[in-house]
């Protein structure tokens, strides 16, 4: 018997540089995994890896996030086809980088669609069986660039407001059906993200320069949290935001 035998995790993002990792953590600890994605390549190399990642299972799903009515409708048909989704995790992201006047409202809406439409799709489709169930974890990723110091990320950072808010309003609205809602707010991980940064040993050296835990973070870290939050024992739990950044925002 593991941890989550029996309970379906929905996570988007779900190939990424963090989201891979906790895929195939979740999958470790007897989790059925629906792994939302778009990247192909990316599919391609979880697949490989989720393979050896069991005793639970990944099942791949290449959805495209920004069409949001189509997300709602097939995530409510996976929740029908597998009693219901327990988990959901909202990691997917897209993070352009430019002054805030050079975006044109296109692609403001844009980071939005994928960024906080996308979540609340899932969330609509998963919810109803949750309610059933009487039991449900959502989990919320945010950012430490909400909480500032970052330029040139406007759509973003607002994206990752939303998903805070998000996360307090569902707990509030959900907390009477056995449902929680959590939010992690990453700090900087080594990732794909940081390939916008023009001078990434630079870039390294601010990050140590701002934490307290004088090492970069690991995909496992955010693992970790999240593998916390849907847990049965977390159920008191709801409506926070857990910074998982070596202790950056004390600075």
């Known amino acids: 018997m593991t941890d989550f035998d029996g309970r379906t995790v929905l996570l988007t993002g779900a190939a990424g540089g963090l989201g891979a990792d906790v895929t195939c953590a979740f999958a470790g600890h007897g989790a059925r995994v629906i792994a939302v994605d778009i990247d192909a390549a990316k599919i391609a190399a979880l697949a490989s890896r989720a393979a050896a990642a069991g005793p639970g299972r990944v099942d791949i799903e290449r959805l495209d996030l920004s069409q949001s009515e189509f997300v709602a409708r097939r995530v409510a048909a996976l929740a029908e086809a597998c009693g219901g989704i327990d988990v959901v995790i909202n990691n997917a992201a897209i993070y352009p980088s430019k002054p805030f006047d050079a975006y044109t409202l296109a692609e403001w809406d844009a980071v939005q669609r994928v960024n906080v439409t996308a979540a609340v799709a899932c969330v609509q489709g998963a919810l109803p069986a949750m309610r059933r169930k009487g039991f449900g974890r959502i989990i919320n990723v945010a950012s430490i660039t909400w909480y500032g110091g970052w ?84 159920g008191f739990i709801t409506g926070q935001t857990l910074n998982v950044d070596g202790g950056w925002v004390m600075q």
């Not at 998903?163 to 449902?179: C, K, S, Y």
């Not at 959590?182 to 990434?200: R, S």
Request: charged share 20%; proline share 7%; with cysteine.
């Open 151 to 234: 330029a040139n990320l406007a759509p973003y950072v607002a994206s990752k407001g939303a998903m805070v808010a998000l996360t307090r309003a569902w707990a509030r609205e959900f907390g009477p059906d056995g449902i929680t809602a959590n939010c992690i707010a990453p700090g900087a991980f080594p990732t794909d993200a940081e390939k916008i940064h023009p001078d990434p040993e630079g870039y390294a050296r601010f990050v140590l320069e701002h934490q307290s835990v004088k090492r970069r973070g690991r995909a496992q870290d955010i693992a970790g949290a999240m593998l916390f939050f849907a847990a049965a024992a977390s």
